[in-house]
């Protein structure tokens, strides 16, 4: 026992809290107990915590055996009683609703998984699991339990079969009659099996029948002889609800299925519509590039501008860095000095080929390279071919440029100006006035 005072809390009257340790329905392992003082006139700021003391030596000599044997304790004794047995009541009460809601959660009657492969031990056999393990209470309860087993294998597997889908109705019911075994072994259930045999009887002999039933109309030649193994397997076990070997044995048909299982239409569940939708994304997007590709290289065969490999492996994905510094360092420093050796020695068609090739490689990896993503304000590569203009405008402006030569450069030009890149982004918009010595 502990005994604690406080009273230099602001806005909290005085208090004695008293703490006897306890492991009966406390979580804490605690029961404690609060003696306001606040309003009490002889509790004064002055002597509380003589007050305090005082009980603390006093309350330990009331807890004895006379006490014990008094009225009033007996009196509170029956009132802590009837609390406690309340609250573990109370207790049991949530826990049975707790189970039942997890009950009612199985599937409404006739639900089939989506998919075109479905694994049904995943989506049925929880639901079955889940109100074979249940444990009833009360004759109530163990009733739930079986109108719930009863649904299953009436109303399910009707709907089933409506819905031509007999591979669900024989997957319920094959998953059921496998786990009545282990139902059946439950000997906490045992007063109940005894006291309702009769509908146990109809309820096992349904289920085999259904189970039967549902794969001849699948005609599946490897269901049936599956569902027949678990008839022989089980026909002994139900003796003492007086369920005989022969009538379970009597549902195996005498037949034999020939041909294929009936056709399933099986619906695609959300997950397989998403990745047929991306599938289907995915080839358009490759046939508009296949058709884009195809348009590219028809439209090589008529350019005045053939690509160069060369160049194009300067505008490699793994070049890129951001504002494209590299490439564009490349470009001044590899075009450019092959531009001036072509000048110098007189072959200024080749240089200005050049030029024009680099400038639509970096058109067209601006645009299928998403080059706008790699800087703000500056993109190094654009800013490298006006330097690269500004050597041919130096060139003409010498007198190195035939007349024929400015016409091609011309001309070609207008390529360049139809590409994207140009005309939607402003790319190579260079001043292109020339002029003379």
């Given at each position: 026992m502990s005994i604690l005072y406080d009273s230099k809390v602001p806005h909290r009257p005085k208090t004695l809290e008293v703490a006897i340790n306890s492991s009966r329905g406390i979580d804490n392992g605690l029961i404690g107990l609060s003696l306001a003082l606040e309003n009490?006139?002889?509790?004064?700021?002055?002597?509380?915590?003589?007050?305090?003391?005082?009980?603390?030596?006093?309350?330990p000599g009331l807890i004895n055996k006379k006490a014990m044997e008094s009225v009033a304790f007996r009196q509170v004794e029956e009132k802590v009683n009837s609390r406690y047995k309340e609250e573990q009541h109370s207790k049991e009460r949530e826990k049975v609703a707790k189970h039942r809601?997890?009950?009612?959660?199985?599937?409404?009657?006739?639900?089939?998984?989506?998919?075109?492969?479905?694994?049904?031990?995943?989506?049925?056999?929880?639901?079955?699991?889940s109100a074979i393990e249940w444990t009833p209470n009360d004759s109530d309860d163990f009733l739930y339990q079986v109108r719930t087993l009863e649904k299953m294998m009436t109303k399910n597997i009707d709907k089933c079969l409506e819905a031509h889908?007999?591979?669900?109705?024989?997957?319920?019911?094959?998953?059921?009659?496998?786990?009545?075994?282990?139902?059946?072994?439950?000997?906490?259930?045992?007063?109940?099996?005894?006291?309702y045999k009769p509908r146990l009887r109809k309820l096992v002999k349904t289920s085999y029948k259904a189970m039967v039933d549902s794969a001849i109309a699948w005609n599946n030649q490897s269901a049936l002889p599956e569902a027949t193994e678990l008839i022989h397997t089980h026909c002994s076990l139900y003796t003492d609800w007086e369920?005989?070997?022969?009538?379970?044995?009597?549902?195996?048909?005498?037949?034999?299925?020939?041909?294929?299982?009936?056709?399933?239409?099986?619906?695609?569940?959300?997950?397989?519509q998403a990745e047929s939708r991306r599938?289907?994304?995915?080839?358009?997007?490759?046939?508009?590039?296949?058709?884009?590709?195809?348009?590219?290289?028809?439209?090589?065969?008529?350019?005045?501008?053939p690509l160069n490999s060369e160049i194009?492996?300067?505008?490699?994905?793994?070049?890129?860095?951001?504002?494209?510094?590299?490439?564009?360092?490349?470009?001044?420093?590899?075009?450019?000095?092959?531009?001036?050796?072509?000048?110098?020695?007189?072959?200024?068609?080749?240089?200005?080929?050049?030029?024009?090739?680099?400038?639509?490689?970096?058109?067209?990896?601006?645009?299928s390279d998403e080059h706008w993503c790699y800087?703000?304000?500056?993109y190094d590569p654009d800013d490298s071919c006006d330097l690269l203009?500004?050597?041919?405008?130096?060139?003409?402006?010498?007198?190195?440029?035939s007349q024929p030569d400015m016409d091609f450069f011309h001309e070609a030009w207008k390529e360049i100006e139809a590409m994207e890149a140009h005309w939607n982004y402003g790319i190579a918009s260079y001043n292109m006035e020339f002029s003379g010595k």
């Open positions: 009490n006139p002889l509790v004064t700021e002055e002597n509380v915590e003589v007050w305090a003391n005082y009980l603390k030596e006093k309350l809601n997890e009950l009612r959660k199985i599937p409404k009657f006739g639900y089939i998984p989506a998919g075109l492969t479905v694994d049904y031990i995943d989506w049925y056999d929880y639901y079955i699991t889908r007999p591979d669900a109705a024989y997957a319920q019911a094959f998953l059921l009659c496998k786990q009545f075994p282990s139902w059946k072994a439950r000997k906490e259930l045992g007063t109940y099996f005894n006291q369920l005989e070997q022969t009538d379970l044995q009597s549902l195996i048909p005498d037949i034999t299925i020939t041909g294929e299982p009936i056709s399933i239409n099986s619906v695609p569940s959300k997950a397989e599938e289907q994304l995915h080839k358009e997007q490759e046939a508009r590039r296949m058709a884009e590709q195809e348009a590219e290289q028809e439209a090589e065969k008529h350019s005045h501008i194009e492996q300067l505008f490699a994905p793994d070049h890129i860095d951001w504002e494209c510094t590299r490439i564009g360092h490349d470009i001044y420093d590899w075009v450019g000095k092959e531009m001036k050796l072509q000048f110098a020695i007189g072959d200024s068609h080749a240089a200005i080929l050049l030029f024009l090739q680099t400038v639509k490689s970096m058109c067209r990896h601006f645009i800087f703000d304000d500056i203009l500004k050597i041919i405008k130096s060139a003409h402006a010498s007198g190195l440029i």
